[in-house]
């Protein structure tokens, strides 16, 4: 059973564009929800992350949106750029837990 | 720092043959950890590791074993390989213990191809 549900699968954006993907959980017991990037060929490597005590994080054009009551969030990246073209995980994890439940991924391909 | 390394990048096997991935870190991270990426799946933890001695079954446990004999070192063993476990693998560490909640930081990857 999928603990962390991602959506959609693929993402083809123009540049400039805002780049979107959602990602909703069911454990309420979960109290980090970090991004991971993957460029093909490489692992993947934290983007950025959220706590639920804040409904949004910003880092530079990279957003999180965070909906504790409708168990989801989401990535938000604006003016989306070619190099931004890469696989996107949301993440699912509790305190003190070790394992972290990963979605399913997202291929973003951001066209010039 | 190298971070962490992975060996081998590729590697092909025969149903019923044997392999060892190995993995590295030098960051002295207490946590260290293996993935497999399949398409559709994501990432799910296989076996991890809080320690040197110290290891713990992830979700898809079956057909591998680990060892932590040092800090640094953390390999991943194919007793009997099947074309299930044809797969990408990550291993990864990050500093605490309990780390779910701590950033991992992921190898390069081996790509295993199961015949």
């Known amino acids: 059973q999928q603990q962390v549900k991602q959506s959609p699968q693929s993402l083809i954006v123009q540049k400039g564009g805002i780049s979107i993907i959602n990602c909703a959980y069911e454990?309420?017991?979960?109290?980090?929800f970090p991004w991971y990037q993957q460029f093909p060929g490489k692992g993947p490597a934290l983007l950025i992350a959220i706590r639920p005590d804040v409904s949004e994080k910003k880092e530079g054009r990279f957003t999180i949106s965070f909906n504790k009551s409708a168990k989801q969030f989401s990535l938000h990246i604006m003016d989306s750029q070619p190099g931004d073209s890469a696989t996107y995980f949301c993440?699912?994890?509790?305190?003190?837990?070790?394992?972290?439940?990963f979605g399913t991924g997202t291929r973003l391909t951001v066209i010039p | 720092n190298a971070g962490v390394t992975q060996t081998p990048k590729f590697q092909v096997l025969k149903t019923g043959q044997s392999m060892t991935l190995q993995c590295a870190q030098d960051?002295?991270?207490?946590?260290m950890s293996w993935y497999r990426q399949d398409p559709g799946m994501g990432l799910r933890l296989i076996h991890y590791?809080?320690?040197?001695?110290?290891?713990d079954q992830g979700e898809v446990p079956n057909g591998y074993n680990v060892s932590r004999s040092t800090t640094e070192d953390f390999p991943l063993r194919l007793l009997s390989a099947a074309p299930s476990q044809t797969s990408v693998y990550f291993c990864a560490s990050s500093y605490y213990l309990g780390s779910g909640t701590d950033t991992q930081y992921f190898g390069p990857g081996t790509r295993l191809t199961v015949l």
């Open positions: 454990n309420t017991a979960f109290d980090y």
């Open positions: 993440a699912a994890s509790r305190t003190g837990a070790n394992n972290l439940f």
């Open positions: 960051m002295n991270h207490e946590y």
């Open positions: 590791s809080v320690g040197a001695g110290i290891t």
